[in-house]
Nanobody, 125 residues
Framework: QVQLVESGGGLVQAGDSLRLSCAAS????????MGWFRQAPEKEREIVGA????????YYPDSMKGRFTISRDNAKNTVYLQMDSLKPEDTAVYYC??????????????????WGQGTQVTVSS
């Protein structure tokens, strides 16, 4: 069983930066791909970025490239999401997710077996 706890969300102004953290339990953290997703009110959940178990491969959808950076520290069982030049449309609940066994990046929600409770990010204009 894997437990994920996100932190770092909050209220910021447009143009600000924010770094989210996701602390994971489990001794095999480094073998699992991790991802960050977000869900805004009345919108579907969408992927923000994903990273392979080793950290050597990352994925971002085109809409997220340039402002979001995912990274991980396997020694600390933690994955991060650095968000720069935030916009009001980035307002959402951000979720951390872990695959069951897959090391390669997953780009779909169904690739992930474990989810955190989410952390709210609100960007004011």
């Amino acid at each position: 069983q894997v437990q994920l706890v996100e932190s770092g969300g909050g209220l910021v102004q447009a143009g600000d930066s924010l770094r989210l953290s996701c602390a994971a339990s489990g001794r095999i953290f480094g073998t699992r791909a991790m991802g960050w997703f977000r869900q805004a009110p009345e919108k579907e959940r969408e992927i923000v970025g994903a990273i392979s178990g080793s950290g050597g491969t990352t994925y971002y959808p085109d809409s997220m490239k340039g402002r979001f950076t995912i990274s991980r520290d396997n020694a600390k069982n933690t994955v991060y999401l650095q968000m720069d030049s935030l916009k009001p449309e980035d307002t959402a609940v951000y979720y951390c997710a872990a695959t069951a066994t897959m090391r390669a990046v997953g780009t779909r929600s169904i690739d992930y077996a474990y989810w955190g409770q989410g952390t709210q990010v609100t960007v004011s204009s």
